[in-house]
Nanobody
Framework: QVQVVESGGGSVQAGGSLRLSCAVS??????MGWFRQAPGKEREGVAA???????RYADSVKGRFTISRDNAKNTLLLQWNSLRPEDTAMYFC??????????????????WGQGTQVTVSS
């Protein structure tokens, strides 16, 4: 059984930094990504990384977010700086076997975590 578990969310001040972690167990994941969903909005891709190390970021987070992975531990990290109030959302980790070319489309991922809330106050 595949399990995806996020951790590291919380409340921070605008301009601050935060790091999210995601642990995947049950199989060796090849493509992993972070998504977020704000109240009343659709879930959107934030950053993704595939088995070759290819990375893709949404335009809204380029330069502020850094995605990385530890393949030996099947762990995904998201580090970001210069947080903004508009980054407030529930953040989800997603995983998929096979190649996904660091897709930011939620339809390319089958396995999802429960999400972790991030709140940025001004």
């Amino acid at each position: 059984q595949v399990q995806v578990v996020e951790s590291g969310g919380g409340s921070v001040q605008a301009g601050g930094s935060l790091r999210l972690s995601c642990a995947v167990s049950g199989y060796s994941s090849y493509c992993m990504g972070w998504f977020r969903q704000a109240p009343g909005k659709e879930r959107e891709g934030v950053a993704a990384i595939d088995s070759t190390g290819s990375i893709r970021y949404a335009d809204s987070v380029k330069g502020r977010f850094t995605i990385s992975r530890d393949n030996a531990k099947n762990t995904l990290l998201l580090q970001w700086n210069s947080l903004r109030p508009e980054d407030t959302a529930m953040y989800f980790c997603a995983a998929e076997s096979g190649s996904c070319h660091a897709s930011l489309s939620l339809y390319d991922y089958r396995f999802w975590g429960q999400g972790t809330q991030v709140t940025v106050s001004s």
